[in-house]
């Protein structure tokens, strides 16, 4: 079947930023076979169905390159707590997290991405087998990964559980239309180096991505220091798993040769600026990281880090930080902003052969922000729009792989508040373990 948008403020996100002010998609199964400016050559039009986008935004699927999505039970929990990770975040999710929880958390967070624009995104946490499921019946994009991690978890017994969890969740999920598996060490400090290496071969056997934690935490910066006289990114380095296929989450403190460690490897970076300025921890060098050719996506980190799952607050606070940090205004117009959550995102996930951008061949994953709202008027730059004045409840309609995921602000597929429901449901026995931890969340 043939689908036309016509009448969209058409931002491609293409290598030259082209742009149609009154421009038309088609659409033909799964994927975008023309882009122009209108008006539509009559030949195309015959039996298609026809979408008129009223003058809306049409851009790119937004690419969400860091996320637990099924920490949506935690959100709002202990925000302020100082080393909360360590003080109730991994002992919580070890007594309390099942299958159930996982898989009705990822569904509602999936929910509130797709309502928000996003349209793919990398999750690493445990059951994951439940996330994939999840993406399946939301029909959203997923690189998603089982953590591998040195300590018992809520899906494994013994420390390094997901080494085995993992493979056999590749195996499963290989080759999906809409999930592709990679594997997660959790952290730099949170792995033994052989499990770091274990988990890369496996990456390189199944020729996946390779995705960590990476240069975040002070005592993460102090243990390597002190260890191994080295920073992690040197320490990754010398392990040998450093290449196109690892993508580091974070990446907060960085020296200038880390930055040509990584540079040089081919590695890719997950920007958290919403994760890592809400918990005072820095604003990573991302200028250095793209002038030295870095792909650089942007990620909401999980709803406990992060809070929100859209990729507009992650654009307004890029901006602010980004252009505070280094006193420059004219540092990261919006439209180079809004290209970090779009074309780049998709090449740091390896993927920019199919997603990312709206050109002919390319999957059929597009968002529709309207315009008539009383924040969207008036609008000169669109990127600018996206930017500084757009929010979630912007987002009209959006397609994934062809198929129509929101439709004028409400999902097509999904019903918000019975996943709600479902989601109560399972969350009793997380509350009652919760308590022990009352004094400080
Ligand atoms: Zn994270």
């Known amino acids: 079947m043939r689908t036309v948008i016509e009448n969209g403020w058409i931002l491609t996100m293409d290598s030259a930023d082209t742009c149609y002010e009154n421009g038309y998609i088609i659409i033909e199964g799964d994927r975008i076979t023309h882009v122009g400016k209108s008006p539509v050559p009559a030949d195309l039009l015959a039996g298609a169905s026809h979408v008129d986008a009223g003058g ?42 099942t299958p159930q929880l996982v898989y009705w958390g990822a569904l509602y967070g999936i929910a ?25 019946d939301a029909g959203i994009r997923g690189f998603l990964g089982e953590t591998v991690i040195g300590q018992k978890t809520c899906d494994s017994e013994a420390p390094y559980g997901g080494l085995d969890y993992g493979r ?51 005592y993460e910066m102090d243990y390597f220091a002190r260890e191994y006289h080295q920073t992690p990114t040197e320490f990754l380095h010398a392990l040998g798993v450093l290449s196109p296929r690892t993508l580091l989450a974070h990446c907060i403190h960085m020296t200038e040769s880390d930055l040509d460690r990584i540079a040089a490897a081919g590695a890719s970076v997950s920007h958290c600026i919403g994760s890592n300025t809400k918990a005072g921890k820095g604003v990573s060098p991302v200028k250095t990281m793209l002038e030295r050719g870095i792909p650089v996506g942007l990620g909401t980190d999980g709803p406990s880090s992060g809070n929100t799952l859209s990729m507009f607050t992650q654009f307004r606070l890029f901006a602010s930080f980004h252009k505070t940090e280094n006193r420059d205004r004219s540092l990261f117009p919006a439209r180079d902003i809004v290209r970090l959550g779009t074309r780049t995102g998709a090449k740091a996930l390896g993927a920019a052969d199919r997603i990312g951008t709206l050109e002919p061949g390319k999957q059929a994953d597009i968002v529709m922000v309207e315009r008539n709202s009383i924040n969207m008027f008036p609008c000169y730059n669109p990127y600018s729009a996206l930017v500084y004045s757009a929010e979630r409840a912007n987002v009209d309609r959006v397609w994934v792989a062809g198929q129509e995921r929101v439709r004028h602000g409400r999902l097509t597929g999904l019903d918000e508040t019975e996943i709600r429901r479902r989601l109560l449901e399972q969350m009793p026995d997380f509350l009652e373990k919760s308590r022990e931890f009352a004094s400080i969340i």
């Not at 949506?72 to 070890?94: A, N, Y």
């Not at 509130?112 to 399946?136: H, K, N, P, W």
């Open 168 to 218: 056999k969740f590749i195996q499963k999920w290989k080759g999906d239309p809409l999930v592709s598996p990679l594997i997660a060490p959790h952290g730099t400090n949170t792995n033994q180096p052989e499990f770091l290496e274990k988990a890369y071969a496996l990456a390189c056997e199944y020729d996946t991505l390779y995705t960590l934690h990476a240069s975040e935490m002070d």
């Open 56 to 97: 809306s935004i049409v851009m790119p699927g937004m690419i969400n390159t860091h996320c637990h999505v099924s920490m949506i039970p935690f959100r709002t929990m202990g925000d302020d707590c100082p080393d909360r990770l360590r003080r109730f975040l991994f002992p919580l999710e070890e007594k309390a997290v």
């Open 112 to 136: 509130e991405m797709l309502l928000s624009g996003i349209t793919t995104f990398l999750d690493m946490y445990y059951f994951e087998d439940q996330v994939a499921e999840a993406c399946r």
